[in-house]
Structures are given as C-alpha cells and as structure tokens.
Nanobody
Framework: QLQLVESGGGLVQPGGSLRLSCAAS????????MGWFRQAPGREREGISC????????NYADSVKGRFTISRDNAKNTVDLQMKSLKPEETGIYYC???????????????????WGQGIQVTVSS
C-alpha cells in the first residue's frame, strides 16, 4: 500500500530553520520524481520544490530559491526539505507528493503529482 508520511513540522520563529522529512513506502522511490507543496490558509496549494529520480536534479519555486533544499535517499526511502530563513507568510500545511514521471517538469504543478501525504503543519511565528 502506497504511503507518504511527513514529519518534522511545528512552530518556528521568523528567520528560523526547520527540516521536513517524508517517509515513502509501498513503491520504489527511485522510480519517481518527488515534490513538496504547501498550502497557506485561504490560498491554493503551491509547488515549492521537486527532485528528479534519475539524476537528482532539483527545481524550486522562486520564492524559496536559496533558502530551501530538497534531497532524497532512495536507500532509506526518504525525501527531505531543509528550510531556512522562514517567513511568517510561509505558515501552512506542507505536503510530500510523488510525481507521475521520472523527471521534474519545468514548473511544479499539482497535476504532475499523483500521490500525496496527509500533510504537516508548519507555523512561522514569534
């Protein structure tokens, strides 16, 4: 049974760091691109990062470039998102997602991802 389970969320002060982890099971992780999305209160879900399967190339939303780093460990079946210099407007629910393809597409769109975790809350507040 396919499962994606996020962990590592919580409360962090503005400017702080947080590391999210996604534990994947029920499929071969190395066969898929993986992504992270977030949904702020009252806003649509947005793609923030993707990592390809074959060569590990990465893609980021402009808003997080230079601050967020996505990584994967196919042997451990995990995909992590290291977040630095967090801002209050980045509060929301963060989702791990499995791509439909091996490679990340030019843009990080929900339509290119076919399986989702339940999400985890990240709150950036003083």
């Amino acid at each position: 049974q396919l499962q994606l389970v996020e962990s590592g969320g919580g409360l962090v002060q503005p400017g702080g760091s947080l590391r999210l982890s996604c534990a994947a099971s029920g499929f071969i992780l190395e066969d898929y691109a993986m992504g992270w999305f977030r949904q702020a209160p009252g806003r649509e879900r947005e793609g923030i990062s993707c990592i390809s399967s074959s060569d590990g190339t990465t893609n980021y939303a402009d808003s997080v470039k230079g601050r967020f780093t996505i990584s994967r460990d196919n042997a451990k079946n995990t995909v992590d998102l290291q977040m630095k210099s967090l801002k209050p407007e980045e509060t929301g629910i963060y989702y791990c997602a499995r791509g439909r393809y091996l490679l990340c597409q030019n843009r990080i769109w929900s339509e290119d991802f076919g399986a989702w975790g339940q999400g985890i809350q990240v709150t950036v507040s003083s």
